[in-house]
C-alpha cells in the first residue's frame, strides 16, 4: 500500500512535468498549427539555463527565474524569425515546418553539447525544498511535492487565463478562426509570438524545475518531448484541457509500469497510445473534429 | 484539404513528348553508373568501396522511406523501427535460434510484412502530423523494447551476425571486395522493385491518394487498404536496408531504431527529391559523404547534422535533383 | 438506364435536422436539377447518397437495391459524382489523373509488379472520358496549369470515368465565366442519352437549359417537384426563394 500511494506521487510529479511541455505543445499546436518537434529543447536550455545561473549564483530561485527566460525569448524569435516568415512564404505546410523543428531539436542538443560536454550535470535541490515529509503514512520528498504544486498551479493559471480573460477568449477565438481575430484588430503575429515564447517558457520551467531530479544532459529533451507527443496525442491534438488530463494518465502509466512491471516501463505509454489510436483516432479528449 | 502532404510535387512525366530523349538520357546515365559501380572496387581505394556501401544501403533505407512519403505523401518518423526489426530478425534468427541465413532472411521479411500490415492499419487511420507521431511513438515503443528485452541483449546490441556463405561460388563474403558486389545485386534488385512498384498500377493510386484522398475514395478506391499496402511495401525495403546494414557490420543495436535515423533517412528522401527515381540513391550518397566530411572535420555531429536537416527543409525543398533539372529545364 | 431512388432520407447533425423525411425518385435517363436557397440542404443531400455523410435513417437505392455506406463502394454500385470545389490530383496530367479513375473499374488495379504502361486499354478509356468532356487538347498538362473552367470540365469527366449509371453533380457551373458556363451546358447536353443525372446547382440558366424535372429543397425537405413552369408557378417555391408578400402578390 504504501509502495502504491508512493507511486502515485511519483506518477504526479512526473504527470505535472509532462504537463508543463505538453500545455506549451498544445497550445502551439492549436493556435499555430505548428507541430514544434523542437520543444524538448527548451526544457533542455531550461535546465543547463538552471544549471549555468544555479553554479554562478548558488540560488535556485534565481535560477527558477531566469531558467524560463531564455527559452521564452528563443521561442518568441524562432516563431517570429522563421517559422512565420516560412509559413508565409506559403511553400512550407506544417509537415516541413514539422521536420524542420526536428532539425532545430537536434541542432540544440548538439549545440548544449558542443557548449557544456557531454557530461552529466546536476543541480542541488534547494535547502528549504530538501528533506522529507510524512504523509497518510509513508515519507516523501518534500521537492516531490514542489514539483507537483508547480504544475497544478501552472494548470489553475492557465485555465483562468484562458477561460476568464479577454487574452484567453482571444486565443480561443484564434483556434477557431485565425483570419477573423486579424479582422479584429489583433496582431496576430505578435500573438503568435508571445504564445511560443510562453510555451517554450513552460518547457524552459520544467528544465529547471526536473534539473534538481534527473542528471542534465544534452539530449534529455530529445527523451522527454517523445513522452509529450504521447501525451498531445492521447488529449487530442491542440486541446489544452485534453493534455491535462493526458498528463495524469501518461504519467501514471509510467510510474505504475516503473513500480509494478518493470520490463514494461519503456513501452507502456506507447502501448497505451496505439489502444488509443485504435479506438478514438482523434485522441481521447476531442470531441470537436477539425476541418481537415 | 491542407492537410494533404505536399512534399511530393510531379511524379509521371514520361508522356511528355520529348520522352524519347529522355528516356535515351537515362538509360546513359543508369548505364553508366552500373558501369561505374561495377568498376569501382578496382578502380579507387578500400575507403571508396566502404563508403558506397554504405551508401547504397542508406539508399534502400532511403527508396523504402520514399515510396511512403514521395509516393503516397505519408511522412512518417518511424521507418527507423523497420530497419532495426530487419536487422534483429536476422540476429535473433542466426544467433539465438541458430537458423541458417537463408531461412532466416525470409522469415524476418515475412515477419515485418505481417507487423507492418497491423501496425500501417493502425498509422494510416490518421494523418498528417498525427500519422507523423504515432509512427514516431511506434519506432519508440520498438527501441524501449529492443533496450528492455534479454532476447536482444538489451543496449548492448547483438554481434556475431553472419554475412552471406558464397563459398559454392568459390567466393568469401567477408572479404570487401566481395561483401561490395553483393550490396550492389541487392540495391540493383531493391531500387528497381520499388520503382516499379511505384510505376505500377497500384503505385498509381499511391499517387492519386497523395495529391487527394478524397477523390482517390470518390474514384472508387479503398484507400485505406493501398495506404496499409504502402506501409508494408515501405517496411520490408527498409528491413532489407536493415540485414545489409547488420551484415556489413556483423552487429545490431538498439540505436538501429532510434528516432534520430528514422530522421535521417527522411532528411535522405528530402535531399534527393521525391520527385525522380534516382532521389534516394542522390539522397543517400549526398547525406552519406557530408557526414562522412563532417565526421572528419568536427566531432559535434548532431549540432550540424540538425543545422542541416533545417537548411535542407528551409530552402532546399525540392532537392537537389529538381534543382538540377529546373537548372537545366528550359521553362515555357 | 436506371433509377435512383432515395427513401425516407433523414439526417441530423446535433440537434439539428439538415434533411428531415426526403423521398425522391429519378427514373432512367432522366436529367433531374435539385434547387434551392443556399442551406436548403442540397450538398449534404448529395454527401448523404454517395456516402461521404451517414444518414440518421433512410435508404437510397439504385434500381431497387440499397446502395452501400461507403464513398468507393458507392462508386463501385453504379454512382459517381463531381464536386463543388474541385477535388483533382493537382500535380499529375490531365491524361493520368483520368487513367487513374479508368483504373478504379479495371482488374490490374491492385497490380504492383507490371508497368502501368502495359495496360494500354486504361489510356483508350481515359481519352475517350477526355472527348465527352473536351480535353482531347490538353490530356498531357498537368492539372495545376489548366484554367478554372477545364477544371471543372475533367472534375466532371473524372465522375464520368466510373462509367455511372448515375451521375450526380454538385454544381459543376460554380464560378465559371458565362463562355464557360455555356459550353458546360453544351457537354452535359451531349452526354450519353441513357445516363440518369441528377443536377445540384445555384444557376438557373444551367439548370433550365439541361433538365427536364426540378426538385426544390427548402429546410431539408422537398418543397416541390415539377417542370420548369410547374414549379415557377408553384407558390410554396415563390414563398421559399422571395418571402411571403411577393407569394401573395
Redesign the interface.
Known amino acids: 500500500m504504501q509502495v502504491f500511494l508512493t507511486q502515485v506521487l511519483n506518477g504526479l510529479q512526473l504527470s505535472m512535468l509532462v504537463y508543463l511541455l505538453a500545455a506549451g505543445l498544445t497550445l502551439i499546436f492549436g493556435l499555430m498549427n505548428i507541430l514544434n518537434l523542437a520543444h524538448g529543447a527548451f526544457f533542455t536550455l531550461g535546465a543547463y539555463c538552471g544549471v549555468a545561473v544555479a553554479s554562478a549564483t548558488g540560488s535556485f530561485w534565481l535560477a527558477l527565474l531566469l531558467g524560463p527566460l531564455l527559452p521564452l525569448v528563443l521561442g518568441a524569435v524562432l516563431q517570429s524569425m522563421l517559422l512565420q516568415p516560412l509559413a508565409e512564404r506559403g511553400r512550407s505546410t506544417h509537415l516541413d515546418l514539422a521536420l524542420l523543428t526536428f532539425g532545430l531539436l537536434f541542432a540544440t542538443a548538439g549545440a548544449v553539447e558542443w557548449l557544456f560536454g557531454s557530461a552529466f550535470l546536476a543541480v542541488p535541490t534547494p535547502p528549504a525544498l530538501a528533506g522529507h515529509v510524512s504523509l497518510l503514512g509513508i515519507s516523501y520528498p518534500v521537492y516531490r511535492l514542489f514539483i507537483i504544486g508547480v504544475g497544478l498551479s501552472v494548470a489553475a493559471g492557465l485555465t483562468f487565463v484562458f477561460d476568464r480573460t479577454l487574452l484567453g477568449a482571444t486565443l480561443r477565438a484564434g483556434v477557431d478562426d485565425r483570419a477573423m481575430v486579424t479582422a479584429l484588430g489583433v496582431n496576430i503575429n505578435a500573438l503568435f509570438a508571445a504564445v511560443f515564447g510562453l510555451g517554450a517558457a513552460l518547457a524552459g520551467l520544467a528544465g529547471v524545475i526536473a534539473a534538481p531530479l534527473t542528471s542534465v544532459y544534452s539530449q534529455m529533451g530529445i527523451t522527454i518531448v517523445v513522452e509529450t507527443f504521447v501525451v498531445v496525442v492521447v488529449g487530442g491534438l491542440g486541446n489544452l484541457r485534453g493534455s491535462f488530463y493526458a498528463s495524469l494518465i501518461v504519467g501514471m502509466t509510467n510510474a505504475m509500469s516503473q513500480a509494478y512491471l518493470p520490463e514494461v516501463e519503456m513501452f507502456a505509454i506507447y502501448a497505451l497510445l496505439i489502444g488509443v489510436m485504435i479506438v478514438r483516432p482523434q485522441g481521447m479528449f476531442r470531441n470537436v473534429e477539425r476541418v481537415a | 484539404m491542407s492537410e494533404e502532404v505536399t512534399i511530393a510535387r510531379t511524379t509521371a512525366r514520361d508522356d511528355i513528348s520529348p520522352a524519347a530523349q529522355v528516356r535515351r538520357a537515362t538509360f546513359v546515365l543508369v548505364g553508366s553508373a552500373v558501369l561505374g559501380a561495377l568498376a569501382l572496387p578496382w578502380l579507387s581505394t578500400s575507403y571508396a568501396t566502404t563508403l558506397a556501401i554504405e551508401i547504397m544501403i542508406a539508399a534502400i533505407f532511403a527508396s523504402g522511406i520514399n515510396l511512403l512519403v514521395g509516393t503516397t505523401g505519408l511522412v512518417s518518423l518511424g521507418q527507423g523501427m523497420f530497419l532495426g526489426l530487419g536487422g534483429y530478425g536476422i540476429g535473433i534468427g542466426t544467433t539465438v535460434l541458430g537458423l541458417p541465413l537463408w531461412l532466416s532472411v525470409p522469415a524476418t521479411l515475412v515477419l515485418v510484412a505481417t507487423l507492418a500490415a497491423a501496425i500501417g492499419a493502425v498509422c494510416t487511420r490518421t494523418r498528417g502530423v498525427e500519422f507523423l507521431l504515432i509512427t514516431l511513438a511506434f519506432s519508440q515503443m520498438f527501441y524501449g523494447a529492443a533496450i528492455k528485452l534479454r532476447l536482444t541483449n538489451g543496449s548492448d546490441g547483438m554481434s556475431g551476425i553472419p554475412r552471406p556463405d558464397l563459398g559454392l561460388l568459390g567466393l568469401n563474403a567477408d572479404s570487401p571486395v566481395v561483401f561490395y558486389y553483393y550490396i550492389l545485386l541487392v540495391t540493383m534488385l531493391a531500387v528497381a522493385a520499388v520503382w516499379r512498384i511505384a510505376e505500377s498500377p497500384f503505385g498509381s493510386v499511391l499517387a492519386a491518394i497523395r495529391e487527394s484522398e478524397r477523390r482517390a475514395a470518390a474514384m472508387g478506391y479503398a484507400v485505406s487498404s493501398y495506404k496499409v499496402g504502402a506501409f508494408v511495401v515501405a517496411a520490408v525495403t527498409c528491413a532489407v536496408a536493415g540485414i545489409l546494414q547488420s551484415q556489413y557490420t556483423y552487429f545490431i543495436n538498439p540505436d538501429s531504431m532510434s528516432w534520430q535515423l528514422s530522421g535521417e533517412g527522411v532528411l535522405m528522401v528530402i535531399i534527393g527529391s521525391t520527385t525522380a527515381v534516382a532521389g534516394p540513391l542522390v539522397g543517400a550518397a549526398v547525406f552519406v559523404l557530408a557526414k562522412q566530411g563532417l565526421s572528419v572535420l568536427t566531432t559535434e555531429y548532431m549540432l550540424f547534422f540538425g543545422i542541416f536537416f533545417m537548411l535542407v527543409v528551409a530552402f532546399f525543398r525540392n532537392g537537389v535533383v529538381e534543382a538540377f533539372k529546373s537548372a537545366f529545364r528550359s521553362k515555357p | 438506364m436506371s433509377t435512383l431512388e432515395v427513401r425516407s432520407l433523414h439526417k441530423a447533425f446535433g440537434g439539428l435536422d439538415v434533411i428531415s423525411n426526403l423521398n425522391l425518385t429519378v427514373p432512367p435517363g432522366q436529367r433531374r436539377a435539385v434547387i434551392g436557397p443556399n442551406g436548403a440542404g442540397k450538398t449534404t443531400f448529395l454527401n448523404l447518397i454517395?456516402g461521404w455523410l451517414t444518414p440518421t435513417s433512410g435508404a437510397v437505392l439504385i434500381d431497387g437495391q440499397a446502395v452501400a455506406t461507403?464513398?468507393?463502394e458507392v462508386?463501385?454500385a453504379g454512382i459517381?459524382?463531381s464536386?463543388q470545389r474541385n477535388?483533382?490530383?493537382?500535380?499529375?496530367?490531365v491524361?493520368?489523373n483520368l487513367?487513374?479513375?479508368c483504373?478504379?473499374?479495371?482488374p490490374?488495379?491492385?497490380?504492383?509488379?507490371?508497368?502501368?504502361?502495359e495496360?494500354g486499354d486504361l489510356f483508350e478509356q481515359a481519352r475517350q472520358a477526355a472527348e465527352w468532356m473536351h480535353l482531347t487538347d490538353i490530356l498531357?498538362v498537368?492539372v495545376t496549369h489548366l484554367s478554372y473552367g477545364q477544371k471543372r470540365q475533367l472534375e466532371v469527366a473524372?465522375?464520368l470515368?466510373?462509367k455511372p449509371k448515375i451521375l450526380l453533380m454538385d454544381e459543376p457551373a460554380a464560378g465559371t465565366s458565362p463562355q464557360e458556363r455555356a459550353r458546360l451546358i453544351d457537354l452535359i447536353n451531349r452526354l450519353p442519352k441513357d445516363l440518369t443525372i441528377l443536377l445540384v446547382e445555384h444557376d438557373m440558366d444551367v439548370v433550365f437549359a439541361t433538365c427536364d424535372i426540378i426538385t426544390v429543397l427548402s429546410y431539408g425537405k422537398v418543397l416541390a417537384t415539377g417542370t420548369r413552369r410547374d414549379i415557377q408557378e408553384d407558390p410554396a417555391v415563390i414563398e421559399a426563394y422571395l418571402g411571403r408578400r411577393h407569394a401573395r402578390g
Open positions: 454517395t461507403h464513398p468507393e462508386t463501385h459517381a459524382r464536386f477535388l483533382l490530383l493537382e500535380d499529375l496530367t491524361v493520368e487513367r487513374v479513375a483504373q478504379a473499374f479495371h490490374c488495379r491492385r497490380v504492383f509488379w507490371r508497368s502501368k504502361r495496360f498531357e498537368p473524372l465522375a470515368c466510373a
